[in-house]
């Protein structure tokens, strides 16, 4: 479903790692084929003058554009909060003699949407949504509650260095396992 392809998407361009998209994914081309079954045909210029006003590509093209703007999504640390259901919620660190910044990430891949409320490892301060440009400022023993729409992400980030005790224990934690 185009719903898949977009939960993919959001996935593969928040998650660690480097995002592999096929060609063709950008539209569903062809989806439901085996691979090497008609899913790596040639595109065509058709398809790819249409694929702009493709819901899938809207979506890639959006997400793609937060992981290019966010250094921590490109090679932060990641530590893990909730991936249960239809629900991910994870934060992206980066900190280098260069960047201090952290993204929280909010995933959705159900047909409603969800509310979702962080507080463990949250840090104070002002957190800014990426997509909407929405902002909010946490102060200490505070959630960050948002509602996430079906098949939707959010990332939210604060610039400067981690100095919440908890965060700093599970990212050290994350770096000791092999």
């Not at 989806?31 to 079954?37: S, V």
């Not at 509650?145 to 981690?162: I, Y």
């Amino acid at each position: 479903t185009d719903e898949g392809f977009i939960n993919a998407h959001n996935w593969l361009f928040t998650v660690r790692g480097i995002p592999v998209v096929y060609q063709g994914s950008e539209i569903g081309f062809m989806r439901g084929t085996a691979e090497h079954g008609g899913n790596r045909n040639y595109l065509g210029q058709d398809n790819i003058d249409k694929a702009p006003q493709n819901d899938i590509y809207q979506s890639l093209k959006a997400i793609a554009n937060v992981r290019k703007q966010v250094p921590a999504l490109q090679r932060g640390l990641q530590v893990n909060v909730k991936l249960q259901g239809n629900e991910a919620v994870f934060y992206r660190v980066l900190q280098d003699e260069k960047t201090a910044q952290t993204a929280l990430v909010l995933l959705n891949k159900g047909t409603e949407p969800a509310t979702m409320s962080v507080s463990q490892f949250l840090q104070e301060g002002q957190w800014q949504e990426q997509l909407s440009g929405k902002s909010v400022t946490v102060t200490e023993g505070e959630s960050l509650s948002s509602t996430v729409s079906a098949n939707g992400v959010q990332v939210w980030v604060r610039e400067g260095e981690v100095t919440a005790p908890s965060l700093i224990a599970a990212m050290t934690a994350q770096m000791q396992v092999q």
